[in-house]
């Protein structure tokens, strides 16, 4: 292991197919959906054997509708000492939801997981960080639900997600009664430039992802968030035709590298589940107040 801190990251899997996406909503109906060619349960496989040759521990970030189809897969994670979590059920954006179809999501997509893993779901995470200023009830409503963390904010500016202004390390939001953790970044020249997986894992050579990482654990001591989909170790997955220049390129980029990456990224931190790398120090600093959260002044001060 090449890291010289004892900081343990957090690893986090988007259980989704490629098909799921939200760049393909607009050429993929999804009532097509159920005939499109299944990947997802041989890239599963692929990433729970490399975690259990890496010894990593994660939190996997489950549709509904994809647990409900793929209920053994479920068992498989859980089964194998991982984090079970919430994505929602169809892989809907927040910002296309109103607080009852939202609230309704998330409590079907809460059910649903817990009833085939026999395991409290505590975390969630948004389609496409959709969580941003106009939404931001959608923090209470979790908290109301049940849960007790959400990782559906990239404090970035983007064309389809992010708070810029927000905090970049995790804080309590709804009035300290759930954990927001944002998608890691790295501050440049005064900008958040996101490290925490992704397009941006797939863009950027693996060594900027190496030496941002190793910054925010050494430089500034904080635990990192990193995620990515299944479909992201698959480059012999169908093309989808009809989409855009912006959504191939974003969508197909690099795909025949990351598996390598990520057995890199494995080496080269310590890794393990959302909930035991994040929610301790929250718990032991709940004090009553949301003095981090976005309902008021954001702040760069850490959990």
């Not at 890691?184 to 950027?204: D, E, K, P, Q, Y």
């Not at 479909?231 to 390598?260: C, M, T």
Request: some cysteine; proline content about 5%; aromatic content about 12%.
């Amino acid at each position: 292991m090449n890291n010289t801190t004892s900081i343990r990251n957090a690893m986090s899997v988007d259980v989704e197919d490629y098909y799921h996406v939200s760049a393909f909503e607009g050429c993929i109906n999804k009532k097509q959906w159920n005939e499109m060619p299944c990947r997802i349960e041989a890239n599963m496989e692929r990433i729970l054997a490399l975690f259990e040759r890496k010894s990593i521990k994660a939190t996997f970030f489950t549709l509904g509708c994809v647990a409900e189809r793929y209920p053994a897969m479920v068992r498989s994670i859980v089964d194998q000492g991982h984090e079970l979590a919430s994505h929602g059920w169809e892989h809907i954006r927040v910002t296309q939801q109103n607080q009852q179809a939202f609230t309704q999501d998330i409590t079907r997509t809460r059910q649903l997981l817990e009833d085939l893993s026999g395991q409290p779901v505590i975390g969630y995470r948004a389609a496409s960080y959709s969580i941003c200023e106009e939404n931001l009830w959608a923090l209470d409503s979790l908290a109301d639900a049940g849960y007790q963390y959400s990782s559906s904010i990239v404090p970035i500016r983007h064309d389809h997600y992010g708070i810029p202004g927000a905090p970049r390390f995790a804080f309590p939001a709804a009035n300290n009664r759930l954990l927001e953790i944002p998608v890691t970044t790295i501050s440049v020249a005064g900008r958040n430039i996101s490290c925490g997986g992704g397009g941006w894992f797939r863009l950027f050579p693996y060594s900027f992802t190496r030496w941002a990482i190793g910054r925010v654990n050494r430089k500034e001591h904080q635990p990192c968030i990193f995620y990515f989909h299944p479909w992201e170790i698959d480059p012999e997955q169908p093309r989808v035709p009809n989409a855009g220049s912006k959504a191939r390129f974003r969508h197909y980029l690099n795909l025949h590298k990351v598996h390598h990456r990520l057995e890199q990224l494995a080496d080269d931190f310590l890794w393990g589940r959302v909930d035991e790398v994040f929610l301790k120090g929250f718990q032991q600093k709940q004090t009553g107040n949301d003095q981090w959260g976005l309902h008021g002044a954001c702040d760069s001060s850490a959990v």
